[in-house]
């Protein structure tokens, strides 16, 4: 197989808008510790949250209350939330790339919205 198509296709990510505009994004958001930390922290509890809820358990009465706690600090910070934004419309794009390139390889990944 050949990879260069994979390589011009992962020039082709850096040089796109969405990439741009999250690495900008990211890169002044972080700058902030106590903004970098709360991101990692509202990341974590998102994570443990989603998994409760695929795995149809009980979400913690805590965690939900720490995450709305963190989510509400995090977007009421305009520059913040359109770090997030931005995230979520590169992994949107990815996303959209990666279910291109698993149909054309006839893939069933398992995966909602993903493959065959």
């Given amino acids: 197989m050949e990879y260069s198509s994979a390589h011009r296709l992962a020039a082709d990510i850096k040089a796109s808008e969405e990439y741009q505009t999250y690495h ?8 902030d510790e106590t903004v970098a ?11 443990t949250l989603q998994m409760a809820a695929i795995s149809g358990q009980q979400t913690d009465s805590e965690d939900m209350q720490r ?5 509400s600090l995090l977007f009421s910070k305009p520059e913040v939330s359109q770090y997030l934004l931005a995230e979520i419309q590169l992994q949107q794009a990815l996303a959209d790339i990666f279910k291109i390139i698993t149909e054309a390889a006839d893939i069933d990944m398992g995966l909602p919205g993903l493959g065959g």
């Fill in 37 to 47: 930390a709360l991101i990692k922290e509202y990341k974590k509890l998102q994570m």
């Fill in 67 to 71: 995450f709305s706690g963190i989510s």
């Fill in 24 to 31: 900008r994004l990211k890169d002044e958001v972080m700058a």
